[in-house]
């Protein structure tokens, strides 16, 4: 018996170490990520949320800072142990209809404002210090942000749609580069920043990701059209390792690319139950483990564990 | 010259004789296939018409189709049976493709799907017909067979393109064309190019005298005929129409005179401040509009056979980025009215809107704006009153719904029409979220799951 047992192992081992050869260790990593929902944050001061549609989360600050749109304030939370405690309301006049929403290294508070079209800079404690202004920009006129993102130096990257750029800025609003959009692309509905730099633009009606490395001049299509895996990607993130999270905003489901920008799997379905989404918005990675989703229709913000 | 003949016409005559020969074989080889087989004289065809006799009035057609003229009816049919209708001895792509493999071309930038997807005889008869290319009617009348709109269209416009009233084919090629889209036989401008003087003093002074020798023609003129002079899309936008080009290009003496004055919403807001203005004061504005084309993604600044200048019809023009959802809609099992008739502007603002989904607000005076004195609705409330504008099951008898009836599957929401119905469709009954009924029903009476 024990040794018919020896050849079949033998041949276990060598199945596994061409499975090795063939599949790339990340690939794994990628196919086990599974989503655990923890407890979605509802409520808040003064009524539960209301077409929430940016969430950001600092691990270096413990916070969640939740953009509820439809009550036109920010929140702020403490976030440890896997739960969200404590409520800072944040309400301000200049921010009449706040989107999407970043900290920066320094604890600092952005927001883009919907209304105005104008990304907001707010001091750690949410007082408003003033509108991010690009100085030195070439064609200031034709600016108008959709979306943005702090990148690793806490620098400003804005996906201008009016421009058909994505404008890198300095903290302090200093222009620094700008990459043009891809020709013949549909439109362009958010962008991410990985830890390298690269950047990375998603086109909600073609479905297709573009990528610009770090000081490249021009995006390169990273994926061909998902459109057989996703609906309409609206929000887009990217982890340490450049696994990128697509928003299936009309899907409700988040998709998983890989750095190569191969397809590695959908996660979460349409609905209303707590881990479901119905029609996201913004997402983010604390880089401690957990995923955060504006799920917009559904009011409240959903936090999932990663668990491989 | 003399010799450049003879040395031209012996190869001919060598070529004509070798493939007369080979004919001469092919037909032996044939014949001697027909022996082993048994064959009656004729096998192939003429004995066919033993029984089928009233096709010997068919073949008195004009033109009349080379196999059948051969009298090789086995050249399409199986004369014992076959999988395919008619007898046939494959498919009718199969079949004509044997014949006319390029009929489609292999690069082909447009197709023709009835050419393309083999239903050769929606327009040409297999047999023999009295018009040429063995089609079933002559001229433009074919084509019409399924084109009805343009029928209609080209008997009654005012003022006509007199090629397409010669033929279709004058500039559509009817099979698939390498050269352009809409099966065109050449690109455009050069197909308008070609019977009209670009440069012509008339043509010029029509333009005043803007280089527009590069420029698309049929993004104002429909070369189908038109009500509006100059073959003008019917709806023309006012300063075009008065020629005042440069209200929003550059003078023609400019050294870039086709230059727009502005960039995307801000060269319309020139003239439409007012509505720019209310556009922009809303809180969700139709991100499209303010990116680089800003309204000319979905306007055509010039001329449109659309109302409003649309570039297409609205279901079209919103299926351009929300394709899934159009999708959705068109495999629903129930459809929505208002999307069935391309009205999504029953619905939503395509400009902007104080509410997600550039949701109108019903009743109000301006459709999105709420009238005055009339706050911002509640989500629950503002989808109830919007669905109720058309449907008034409110007015008898309703499932609880509204602003204070909570959601028991997550407290945040109210229940409301969409919390069991999808509006642009799902693939079960009455645009239902699930199906059978049960299942959409317990997902909030989980008491009552089995």
């Not at chain 1, 209303?272 to 913004?282: A, V």
């Not at chain 2, 004009?62 to 999988?83: E, F, L, M, N, Q």
């Amino acid at each position: 018996m024990k040794g018919k047992l020896k050849p079949a192992r033998a041949f276990l081992t060598l199945v596994f170490l061409t499975l090795l050869v063939f599949f790339p260790g990340r690939s794994f990593a990628l196919m086990r990520i599974k989503l655990q929902p923890l407890t979605p944050v509802y409520a808040a001061h003064n009524g539960g949320l209301l077409a929430p549609e940016g969430v950001a989360v600092s691990a270096k600050f413990h916070e969640i800072v939740i953009s509820d749109a439809g009550h036109a304030r920010l929140l702020k939370y403490t976030f440890a142990d896997d739960k969200a405690t404590g409520c800072t309301e944040i309400k301000l006049p200049q921010v009449p209809y706040p989107l999407k929403v970043q900290v920066n290294s320094k604890g600092e508070i952005f927001v883009l404002d919907g209304r105005q079209r104008k990304i907001a800079r707010l001091a750690p404690a949410g007082t408003f210090e003033g509108y991010v202004e690009p100085a030195g920009m070439p064609d200031p006129d034709n600016f108008v942000p959709k979306s943005f993102r702090i990148g690793p130096n806490d620098d400003i990257y804005v996906l201008d749609i009016m421009g058909a750029r994505v404008v890198v800025l300095g903290p302090d609003g200093k222009f620094i580069r700008q990459i043009p959009f891809p020709d013949g692309t549909g439109f362009m509905t958010d962008l991410a920043v990985d830890e390298s730099g690269r950047i990375i633009v998603s086109d909600g009606p073609k479905a297709v990701l573009y990528a610009a490395q770090a000081n490249a001049a021009s995006f390169t299509p990273l994926t061909g059209s998902l459109h057989e895996y996703i609906d309409f990607p609206a929000n887009i993130t990217t982890d340490s390792n450049g696994i990128v999270y697509v928003s299936d905003q009309n899907g409700g489901s988040i998709i998983l690319i890989g750095k190569d920008g191969s397809f590695q799997g959908r996660r979460l379905g349409l609905g209303w139950n707590k881990g479901l989404l119905y029609f996201p918005g913004q997402i983010c990675l604390d880089g401690d483990g957990h995923l955060l989703i504006a799920d917009r229709e559904n009011n409240r913000i959903q936090i999932f564990k990663i668990v491989e | 010259m003399r010799f450049f003949t003879r040395s031209l016409f012996v190869p001919l005559i060598m070529a004509l004789c070798l493939a007369g020969l080979g004919a001469v074989g092919l037909i032996r080889a044939a014949r001697a296939d027909d022996a082993s087989y048994l064959l009656k004289p004729g096998a192939r065809g003429k004995v066919c018409l033993t029984c089928h006799d009233d096709f010997a009035a068919k073949l008195k057609d004009a033109y009349v189709h080379t196999p059948v003229k051969d009298g090789d009816c086995t050249g399409c049919h199986s004369p014992h049976a076959s999988s395919h209708g008619k007898l046939l001895s494959a498919s009718t792509r199969g079949i004509c493709f044997t014949c006319h493999p390029d009929i489609v071309p292999q690069n082909a930038v447009s197709t023709h799907p009835v050419a393309a997807e083999g239903h050769c005889v929606k327009c040409h008869d297999p047999h023999a017909s009295n018009n040429p290319f063995h089609l079933l009617k002559s001229g433009n009348e074919v084509c019409f067979q399924c084109h009805k709109n343009m029928e209609k269209r080209v008997s009654t416009v005012k003022f006509k393109h007199w090629p397409v009233e010669k033929g279709c084919t004058n500039c559509h090629s009817p099979h698939g064309s390498a050269a352009s889209d809409y099966l065109l036989v050449k690109k455009v401008p050069d197909l308008c190019l070609g019977c009209h003087k670009i440069d012509s003093p008339e043509i010029a002074k029509q333009h005043n005298n803007y280089p527009v020798q590069n420029a698309r023609c049929t993004t104002c003129h429909n070369p189908h005929g038109s009500n509006t002079a100059g073959i003008l899309y019917d709806n023309v936008h006012p300063p075009m129409a008065a020629r005042m080009c440069d209200q929003c290009h550059e003078g023609n003496a400019s050294p870039t005179p086709l230059k727009v004055k502005a960039q995307g919403y801000k060269l319309c807001a020139k003239c439409h401040a007012d509505k720019i203005k209310d556009i922009l004061a809303k809180n969700r504005v139709h991100w499209p509009l303010l990116s680089k084309k800003g309204c000319l993604n979905c306007h055509s600044p010039h001329a449109s056979v659309q109302k409003d200048l649309l570039r297409a019809p609205m279901i079209e023009l919103c299926g351009k980025c929300h394709s899934d959802t159009i999708a959705r809609q068109a495999r629903s099992k129930t459809k929505h009215k208002p999307i069935e008739e391309g009205k999504c502007t029953a619905c939503h603002d395509p400009h902007s809107s104080n509410y997600v989904f550039l949701i109108n607000q019903p009743a109000a005076g301006n459709a999105n704006q709420p009238a005055a004195g009339k706050k911002v609705l509640d989500q629950a409330t503002l989808i109830v009153d919007l669905c109720g504008s058309c449907h008034n099951y409110q007015m008898h008898s309703t499932h609880p719904v509204g602003a204070k009836v909570v959601d028991p599957r997550n407290k945040n929401l109210r229940v409301q029409c969409l919390s069991c119905h999808r509006v642009h469709g799902t693939d079960n009954k009455d645009m239902l979220h699930f199906w059978p009924i049960t299942d959409m029903c317990t997902q909030c009476h989980t008491e009552y799951k089995r």
